[in-house]
């Protein structure tokens, strides 16, 4: 029986809808617009839906299988990276810390999130590796 | 500060890319990939015992008519045994007893 984790799923489609409107031209989170050159927005953009996208495709369409697992790791890289991208914004955009530590401290955890379960992902391809070269 | 941030987006997109590309590459050989690479010694002893298990099985088969014969025979012996022992009864003879063990 195939088991998805259903937080998972529900992240990573709530970053998909997060990164739909910046792909298509609309204005970003008001920070990250302020702080970075346009096309570094449109950059984490595309790192935000990518690497939501490739997550999710890897763990709905491809579960267990070597594919989905190196499709579910790459995204979740990029996922978690857009995440950690975001928290140093916040962190040098000079805000007040108290008014901007909720969302500072959501993204923090949800890039490591991602990166955790990544680096799980990894662990899980290796073992697949060496069952499969019989060692 | 606007190239440190287009430096780590790039950075993020690499990172997918690369870990892409190598995870695609670095997909395991399955097991009949392997066999494949064993087939040169593999298929020769297969062919050997392939081979053994025919020969095995004629033998069988010719065992398994030669009983059949046999125990065709053994019944014929036994009906012409029974009819000597109507006749030798039949003449006022008795049929000795045998000998421990043979029966």
């Known amino acids: ?135 | 500060m606007n190239t440190t941030w287009l430096i780590a987006v790039a950075s993020v997109l690499g990172s997918v890319l690369v870990t892409l590309v190598t995870g695609f590459m670095a997909r395991p050989r399955q097991v009949t990939d392997i066999n494949v690479a064993l087939s040169g010694d593999a298929r020769a002893w297969a062919q050997v015992f392939a081979d053994r298990a025919d020969a095995a099985e004629r033998k069988a088969d010719d065992a398994e008519t030669r009983a059949a014969a046999a125990e065709a025979r053994i019944n014929r012996l036994e009906r012409h045994i029974l009819v000597l022992e109507r006749e030798v009864r039949r003449l006022g003879g008795n049929i000795p007893p045998l000998p421990n063990g043979t029966a």
């Open chain 1, 1 to 135: 029986m195939v088991r998805r984790n259903p937080f998972q799923v529900f992240l990573l489609t709530a970053s998909l809808v997060a990164a739909g409107p910046l792909i298509l031209g609309r204005p970003g989170p008001e920070v990250l617009t302020a702080t970075l050159p346009r096309v570094a927005v449109t950059g984490w953009g595309v790192a935000l839906l990518t690497g939501s996208t490739l997550a999710l495709f890897g763990v709905l369409v491809s579960h267990r299988s070597w594919y989905g697992l190196v499709l579910e790791r790459s995204g979740l890289l990029g996922v978690g990276g857009a995440a950690l991208i975001y928290f140093g914004v916040l962190l040098t955009a000079g805000h007040d810390l108290t008014a901007i530590r909720y969302t500072a401290s959501i993204h923090a955890g949800y890039a490591a999130a991602c990166l955790w379960r990544a680096g799980q992902v990894t662990v899980t391809m290796r073992a697949h590796r060496s069952a499969k070269a019989g060692r």
